[in-house]
């Protein structure tokens, strides 16, 4: 069992800076693929960045590749996913999620998931 804990999330205006914390317990850490999903009401949950054991990150091109950038420090078993020229439309629940071995960006694919964290960008 892993259990994942977010923390960072918070109401922001346009153009700002948020850096997303997730901190994974209980089994070996170190061998999974880690991940951000966001969700946003009334919408499907959907991948925004993902990172292999050995740091290989993969990010959801169109939506926030460059402004967003995923980071694992194993030592401490968290995840960070810093988040840069936010705009309204990437106002959601935030998740983090894990997966043994490679990178997975379905939702179904995902072994374990944090509670959420909510994003809010304000215009």
């Known amino acids: 069992q892993v259990q994942l804990v977010e923390s960072g999330g918070g109401l922001v205006q346009a153009g700002a800076s948020l850096r997303l914390s997730c901190a994974a317990s209980?089994?070996?850490?170190?061998?999974?693929?880690m991940g951000w999903f966001r969700q946003a009401p009334g919408t499907e949950r959907e991948f925004v960045a993902g990172?292999?054991?050995?740091?290989?990150?993969?990010y959801d091109r169109d939506s926030v590749k460059g402004r967003f950038t995923i980071s694992r420090d194993n030592a401490k078993n968290t995840v960070y996913l810093q988040m840069s020229s936010l705009k309204p439309e990437d106002t959601a629940v935030y998740y983090c999620?894990?997966?043994?071995?490679?990178?997975?960006?379905?939702?179904?694919?995902?072994?374990?998931w944090g509670q959420g964290t909510q994003v809010t960008v304000s215009s």
């Open positions: 209980g089994r070996t850490f170190s061998s999974r693929a």
């Open positions: 990172i292999s054991w050995s740091g290989d990150t993969t």
């Open positions: 999620a894990a997966a043994f071995g490679r990178i997975r960006v379905r939702v179904g694919e995902i072994e374990y």
